[in-house]
């Protein structure tokens, strides 16, 4: 099924799309909280926070990527291009609420949608030391490989 098509999944380094938002933070004016980002399982023996996010995002993609099916109707009509998942990580690590945002049809919303929705449990989100609900914008990249359209 891979030689039938080839799938990127594009992850920008910007902290608003991979790393996502803190949801309604409670704060009382200026701080100097910390805040850890969440993570996706895997990656647990990276000594270095940095590295280890990194690995988190590599091991994300991999599974995105290893569990995703191009639907037969957008390769049937050569669709590609970008859809947009939103979902929040919830404070047990939880993928929930889980939504299409942007969806260039042909069933790749519906299939990218389903894939968020069977990641395993992540690393929730923290801010000085208390768990924190947290927004993801996860963009996935359709394409077709070259003489695959139609067919």
């Known amino acids: 099924m891979k030689k039938i098509f080839i799938l990127f ?3 920008a380094l910007y902290d608003t799309v991979i790393h996502g938002q ?3 933070p409670d704060f009382d004016g200026p701080s100097k909280s910390q805040q850890v980002q969440p993570m996706f399982p895997g990656c647990e023996d990276v000594e270095d926070r ?4 990194k690995c988190a995002d590599e091991t994300m993609m991999r599974f995105v990527y290893g569990n995703i099916k191009y639907p037969a109707e957008a390769k049937k009509e050569g669709i590609e291009g970008m859809v947009v998942i939103k979902f929040y990580v919830e404070e047990d690590g939880s993928i929930q609420d ?3 945002v942007r969806d260039i049809g042909g069933g790749c919303g519906e299939e990218a949608l389903r894939v968020v929705g069977s990641m395993p449990d992540w690393h929730p989100s923290h801010i000085d030391g ?3 609900r947290v ?3 996860l963009p996935v990249k359709f394409k077709l490989g070259k003489g695959k359209k139609n067919k």
């Open 98 to 100: 889980a939504i299409i």
């Open 22 to 24: 803190v949801i309604e």
């Open 50 to 53: 940095r590295e280890r996010q």
């Open 130 to 132: 208390d768990p924190v």
């Open 135 to 137: 927004q993801f914008n």
């Open 9 to 11: 999944v594009f992850f």
